[in-house]
């Protein structure tokens, strides 16, 4: 079975803060994502990356960043938390065979104060 | 044009029905479809997954998509209440793009 875990399953931080979301993947998958979802606006996708060192801009990249320096963990960055990144955070993967067949992380609920 | 919709919910039934939960798509160039659970403050787990049009099947579910119409469905027979959850139905984004487009999600409620 696919397993996508996350750092942290709760977290609270300050306005201003810099905040580490960490994700890894133990099925060598090549994709991976990180998506918010927030009530009425469903999965929003903010990065992913096709490979190490690679990434690409989802939806909503503003006021993220990622790193990817291993093929099975992928790191969100919030530079300097706000109010509105409150939210529940999803990392995925997916292999270039199953390109669609993304499999969830349990998501980190972050709030910011 | 990338856009999914689907009816919120909530959605309630009595334990055994049969739950019928929809989508439809805008965008003709969609070949993927499919269908998270996300019980909640938990992430979305896949549940089904299909090319193109037809029918699939996997135990009491089974998916439908009618590229005709642009529809697809998620049926899921002698429902349980562990089947309550909020339902995801998911397309790709056409144009080769790595992106899912997703629906915003349909609550389900199974009364024991």
């Known amino acids: 079975d696919v397993k996508v875990t996350q750092s942290s399953r709760y977290l609270v931080k300050r306005t201003g803060e810099k905040v580490f979301l960490e994700c890894v993947q133990d099925m060598d998958h090549e994709n991976m994502f990180w998506y918010r979802q927030d009530p009425g606006l469903g999965l929003r996708l903010i990065y992913f990356?096709?490979?190490?060192?690679?990434?690409e801009k989802g939806d909503i990249p503003e006021g993220y960043s990622v790193s990817r320096e291993k093929k099975e963990r992928f790191s969100l960055i919030l530079e300097s938390a706000s109010t509105n990144q409150t939210s529940m955070y999803l990392c995925?993967?997916?292999?270039?065979?199953?390109?669609?067949?993304?499999?969830f992380g349990p998501g980190t609920r972050l709030t910011v104060t | 044009q990338k856009e999914v919709e689907q009816d919120p919910g909530p959605l309630s039934v009595p334990e055994g029905a049969i739950v019928s939960l929809n989508c439809t798509y805008s965008n003709s160039a969609f070949q993927y479809f499919m269908w998270y659970r996300q019980y909640s403050r938990k992430g979305p787990e896949l549940l089904m997954y299909?090319?193109?049009?037809g029918n699939k099947e996997d135990g009491r579910f089974t998916a439908q998509v009618d590229k005709s119409s642009k529809y697809i469905s998620l049926f899921i027979r002698d429902s349980q209440p562990s089947d309550s959850a909020t339902y995801l139905c998911?397309?790709?984004?056409?144009?080769?793009?790595?992106?899912?487009?997703f629906g915003k999600g349909t609550k389900l409620s199974v009364i024991p």
């Open positions: 995925a993967s997916s292999s270039w065979t199953g390109l669609y067949e993304q499999y």
């Open positions: 998911a397309t790709d984004s056409g144009a080769g793009s790595y992106q899912l487009t």
């Open positions: 299909t090319y193109s049009s």
């Open positions: 990356s096709y490979d190490v060192k690679m990434k």
